[in-house]
């Protein structure tokens, strides 16, 4: 069992940043990766970045190229998510997801999902 906690959000100005955590805690084995996802009313969840305990390689959906960063902290068990240049589209509720095996960008391949925390971002 892994129970996943995120902070970091809160309300932004558009081409602001904001850093998200994820707090791992529970059973996690290195090859295991962490997923950031999100939901805007209205709108399907969306796949944003994930990365591997094992590596650090990290992967980017398309919402996040070039503007959000993944990083981890292994030995705090920590997935951050660094969101610069932000703007009104980013608001969303943002979930940090675990999963060990599958597409790294399907929520499908995610068994444990945090509680998830809201992004605001105004124009």
């Known amino acids: 069992q892994v129970h996943l906690v995120e902070s970091g959000g809160g309300l932004a100005q558009a081409g602001g940043s904001l850093r998200l955590a994820c707090a791992a805690s529970?059973?996690?084995?290195?090859?295991?990766?962490i997923g950031w996802f999100r939901q805007a009313p209205g709108k399907e969840r969306e796949f944003v970045a994930a990365?591997?305990?094992?590596?650090?390689?990290?992967w980017y959906g398309d919402p996040a190229k070039g503007r959000f960063t993944i990083g981890a902290d292994n030995a705090k068990n920590t997935v951050y998510l660094h969101m610069y240049s932000l703007r009104s589209e980013d608001t969303a509720v943002y979930y940090c997801a675990g999963g060990s095996a599958g597409p790294i960008q399907n929520d499908r391949s995610y068994d444990y999902w945090g509680q998830g925390t809201q992004v605001t971002v105004s124009s």
């Open positions: 990365i591997r305990w094992i590596s650090n390689s990290p």
């Open positions: 529970g059973r996690t084995y290195s090859d295991d990766f």
